[in-house]
């Protein structure tokens, strides 16, 4: 609202010289309450003043008996009563003239009403006067350089505060700010094409009418001077949060409030220089581009928080944010490619949500990221070439999706690369040997995958390699002997794939291995005989193979191994006394094979055992009556050839008992 006034504003104000502490009463209209006695004090003449005091007295007389007399006929024009009224006019409308100019350079510098306020000028009343003097100068020409007469009262009646004509509308700036979203391409057209009679509004629509008529903040108040790029911010959050039902967050603290938006739940922010245009200076010419410090949006952090909707367009305009979180929610609909345009991004987690179609191209834009995260999604399609330009990716999750096709070869120029995850997925094709030219990886995992073909070596340079989960695909071939070139792995697991051949000694050389998993293979020949020796191992299974030959000794050398897994071979030999001192064992199977020999009865002392499987073989003897009483035993699997006619072993609490012509669970023969 303008702080202008206009000299009709004042209306009929009335000076009265009769009663300096009377009010002015508009209803009071006779002519005793609007005659006054004017003295004029400049007058130094003795004789004069009694002849004319003398004079005005006959005349006030005359007057008061109802004569058409004037009282001050024959005085000068500045003595008189109708004169000095318009000299005192004159000055007051200088005085409102000065206020006005006052007002309106004060004005100028603010940004709308917050900056009025700050300046202490109310624009919903009227400037109050300076006291005006009662006594006429001494020339004709009024001044108001030397105030040295006494006050009287003067009354400006009250008006209601004075729109501002001039000001922009709300249409208009709504119209205004649409039309700049639209050209610096924050939103698009179709977002504000589906408003009409009956028409929901869009999330679009409904943050520019908030942001124009409901914000408590008023940053788009007449005549503001609020930075464009600040009320894009604004608009954004307020987009994504109608977009989101922001309404049934877990946490929405502060969102919609008249808090600076980097204080909403979630939003974090840094000082940092923007263009300082507003949105009505967009467009016009400068000489320079003005900047100014603001607050602007660096991360948001969003996870977990009940959002539910689809991610908007809109996002893409937070080009300063550097961590985009939110994961574990209900947000559905297609990744917008907007995305590409958050050029800051250090780490997008979308993780756990309900987003469907493919993963955009645009993302090969985020030349900053390092972590990119999309696993438990319903996304599909096949991975796009352009993620082997972020060079200084660290991290990708792209695992439990729906995503078919190849790897791409262009991953190999992920130099950065320590976290591949693509498992879970239905690739096809082979694994690509550019792998191996990602000599930062640490962590692969592509199993539970259609892949196929062979192991490439490349793939075995990896000497940061700690992880590497290849199983469940339909990968052929022999393991190579370049596997020797994983100096850091840790756990390896390549079961239920088609590999052949025997196991490469070079195995036993791995010395930080712990996890070793080959089964569900063709693999032929012995174990190993140093498998294990490097004192590390806590689980091996080598199940459902061809393997022949006995358990090496070796893996004494790992006491604290938990699992042996070399059920469904032909291993022969008896069960190695050794194992009793496998204290912190979980797990023996060696079902099916070709052992044969007593239950050695030192294997009571394994007291933390949940899975043993004896059965289809030659062993005889009695199950340590000390299992029987393991509560971990009783509540997992304990099998044993205990059934039949003659049972080759005897077990009183076996629950899995197998015979040559039946089999048993708990006692009890099935047929």
Sequence with gaps: MSNSYTSASLGESKV???????????????????????????????DSDEALESQ??????????????????????????????????AAIVLIVLA??????????????????????????????????????PSTLRPTISEPEYSPIEYIIPSAPPIPNVSGPSFDSIYERLVTMLKLRGVTNEVSFTSVGTGAAKTSQVRAAEWLVRSDPLRLLGANSKTPL????????????????????????????????????????????????????????????????????????????????????DEIGSLSDCTVLSVYGNDIAGTLPSSLGQMVALNKLWLEDNEFSGSLPSEIGYLRNVDDLSFYENQIEGTLPTELGQLTRLERLWANNMRITGRIPTEFGMLSKLENLYLDVNFLSGSIPTELGLTTNLRDLRLFRNGLGGNLPSEIFSLANLEIAYLDTNKISGTIPKEISGLLSIKDLQLFSNKLSGSIPFQISSLDNL???????????????????????????????????????????DSSSIRRIEVDDNALVGSLPEWISK??????????????????????????????????????????????????????????????????????????????????????????
């Design 16 to 46: 009265s010289t009769f009663n300096p502490s009377a009010k002015y009463d508009p209803s009071v209209n006779d002519a005793k309450s609007r005659r006054q006695l004017v003295i004029d004090p400049l007058s130094s003449d003795d």
């Design 56 to 89: 005005r007295l006959n005349a006030l007389e005359e007057f008061e008996d109802g004569a058409n007399i004037d009282p001050e006929e024959g005085l000068p024009f500045y003595q008189k009563r109708r004169g000095k009224l318009i000299i005192a006019v």
């Design 514 to 556: 712990v996890v070793l998993r080959l089964n569900g293979n063709d693999l032929t020949g012995n174990i190993p005989a140093l498998l294990g020796s490097n004192g590390k191992f806590l689980r091996v299974t080598l199940s459902d193979n061809r393997l022949v030959g006995t358990i090496p000794d070796s893996l004494q």
């Design 582 to 671: 496998m204290k912190d064992l979980l797990t023996l199977n060696v079902a099916v094979n070709r052992f044969e020999g007593s239950i050695p009865s030192s294997f009571s002392a394994l007291q933390q055992l949940e899975e043993v499987r004896l059965e289809r073989n030659d062993i005889s003897g009695e199950v340590p009556q000390e299992w029987c009483e393991l509560e971990s035993l009783s509540n997992g699997m304990l099998s044993a050839d205990c059934g039949g006619s003659e049972p080759e072993v005897e077990c009183s609490c076996c629950k899995l008992c197998i015979g040559a012509t039946s089999t048993t669970r708990s006692g009890q023969r099935l047929r």
């Design 99 to 136: 206020a006005i100019v006052a007002v309106g350079l004060s004005s100028t510098g603010g940004d709308g009403d917050a900056k009025s306020n700050a300046s202490g000028i109310n624009s919903n009343s009227v400037p109050t006067l300076p006291p005006f003097p009662t006594e006429a």
């Design 229 to 312: 790029a600040r009320v894009f911010q604004r608009y954004v959050l307020v987009a994504i949060y109608y977009e989101l039902n922001g309404a049934n967050w877990k946490n929405n603290d502060g969102w919609l409030s008249d808090d600076h938006e980097c204080r909403w739940y979630g939003v974090s922010c840094a000082d940092k220089t923007i263009p300082s245009t507003s949105l009505f200076e967009a467009g016009q010419s400068q000489i320079g581009q003005l900047t100014t410090e603001e607050q602007v949006l660096v991360q948001l952090d969003l996870e977990e928080n009940g959002l539910s909707g689809n991610l908007p």
